[in-house]
Structure formats: structure tokens, C-alpha cells
């Protein structure tokens, strides 16, 4: 191999490593933005991270996809690896989904929680007593 092919191939292999460090460098600004990040703007912010996030994501597995000869010639341990990786990259979106549902739902029960308590206030719901005035005890 030439002097220049080995160079560039030292180049080509540290290329993905800074890229890597890049990411790792954002996560933590990420993950404390809800500090630095006015609360008008923080929703915006955390959703335009994940628009881009899913997007370099989803490029990642198309390019998976679309040339899939590359895992039949990476060794075993490097696609058991990557497998697992990208198993966790579901499991992370799936939990951000089911986090995104309970608060939804949370949200929903407070807000009619909020409307119950605002109707007994105003007289339009009446309270009523257990018929035995003491519920949830014993005789």
C-alpha cells in the first residue's frame, strides 16, 4: 500500500470517530436544556432535536438497508454489536413514545380533574357522602 492510500485510509477512519465524539458532545447541552433553553422556546427546541435526530437515524438504517453486503463482510462481533445498537436505538424511541403517552394522559386526567373540581366549586356538581360515612373502613 502507498504512502498516500494509507493515509487516507487513516483520515477515512478517524472521520467517524470525530463524528462520533460530536455526538456524544451534544448530549449532555441536550440533555440540560430545559435549563438554558427558555421554557417558550424549550418545546420547539426538543422537538426540532428529535426531527433531527431521527432523521440521521433513519439515514443510518437506510444505508443499512440499501447496501446490506457491507454487514456480510464486517466480522461477527461488529454486527452482534451493531445490532444490539440499533435494537437500543428502537428501544430508546419507543420509550420516548411511551413517555410521551403517559404525559399525555396524565395531562388529560389533570385537565379533567381541574374541570370536576372547577363544577363542584360553582355548584354545577354535587359531593356526595359515602352512604355509609365511612368508606374504606372497617365496622
Known amino acids: 500500500m502507498t504512502e498516500k492510500r ?4 487513516e483520515t477515512r477512519l478517524a472521520e467517524p470517530v470525530c463524528l462520533s465524539r460530536i455526538l456524544d458532545n451534544l448530549s449532555f447541552p441536550i ?3 430545559e435549563g438554558w433553553v427558555s421554557p417558550s422556546d424549550f418545546q420547539v427546541f426538543i422537538e426540532e432535536v428529535e426531527k433531527q435526530v431521527r432523521a ?3 439515514f443510518v438504517v437506510a ?6 453486503a457491507a454487514l456480510r463482510e464486517a466480522d461477527r462481533e461488529t454486527v452482534r454489536i451493531l445490532e444490539a445498537e440499533l435494537a437500543g436505538l428502537q428501544k430508546n424511541w419507543d420509550s420516548l413514545d411511551q413517555l410521551r403517552a403517559m404525559q ?3 395531562a388529560t386526567n389533570f385537565a379533567d380533574e381541574a374541570e370536576e373540581l372547577r ?3 360553582s355548584g354545577e356538581l354535587k359531593s356526595q357522602p359515602p352512604a355509609n360515612g365511612f368508606e374504606g373502613t372497617r365496622p
Open 56 to 58: 440521521l437515524a433513519g
Open 119 to 121: 363544577k363542584l366549586r
Open 104 to 106: 399525555r394522559h396524565a
Open 63 to 68: 444505508h443499512l438497508e440499501k447496501h446490506p
Open 6 to 9: 494509507a493515509n487516507q485510509r
Open 31 to 33: 440533555r440540560i436544556a
